[in-house]
């Protein structure tokens, strides 16, 4: 019976017993929805058909696909230059504050000419730079250097004439 009308048993069971439970007003219904049903599917059918995919199209996919890497690639290489010669200015700029203040700060100079120097450098750095953002700290430090070089002097000749006129 179901070699005949074409259907499989499964969906000729399912039918019947969905045909017992409705009453014979709704086996109209059910007939039109069935018919849809089949109507939906042939269009399904023939969509899927038409989505198949041309050697053009992939052609295209593949040649934007192969251009992606390249072009992450040229942008990663480019991000990293920027930011090395970032890195590479800011190692250059320590490197010569630090030439700076060790010429500010050497003990070998008179404490004005220091001073002027010290001036002279915070006139020359940004305004947002470190070490402009506390100049007094820096005056604190060299003058807690001049103190203790003071005081080490100071140690040493009582030290000498201590131990001279222990001997």
Not at 14 to 35: K, N, T, W
Not at 143 to 167: E, I
């Amino acid at each position: 019976m179901s070699a005949e009308s074409g259907h499989s048993p499964e969906t000729t069971i399912g039918q019947s017993h969905i045909e017992s439970l409705r009453g014979r007003d709704d086996l109209a219904l059910v007939a039109g929805l069935s018919a849809r049903v089949a109507t939906l599917e042939g269009q399904l059918r023939e969509q899927s058909k038409s989505l198949k995919i041309t050697p053009r199209m992939l052609t295209v996919i593949g040649s934007v696909i192969a251009a992606v890497i390249p072009l992450t690639t040229a942008i990663d290489g480019y991000l990293k230059w920027r930011a090395d010669l970032a890195v590479t200015a800011q190692q250059q700029l320590h490197a010569a504050r630090m030439d700076s203040l060790k010429t500010v700060l050497s003990a070998q100079l008179p404490e004005l000419e220091r001073e002027s120097r010290l001036r002279l450098l915070l006139a020359m750095l940004e305004p947002q730079d470190a070490i402009h953002a506390s100049p007094e700290a820096l005056e604190y430090q060299q003058a807690k250097r001049m103190s203790d070089a003071a005081t080490t002097k100071v140690n040493a000749r009582a030290r000498r004439l201590l131990g001279s006129d222990l001997l």
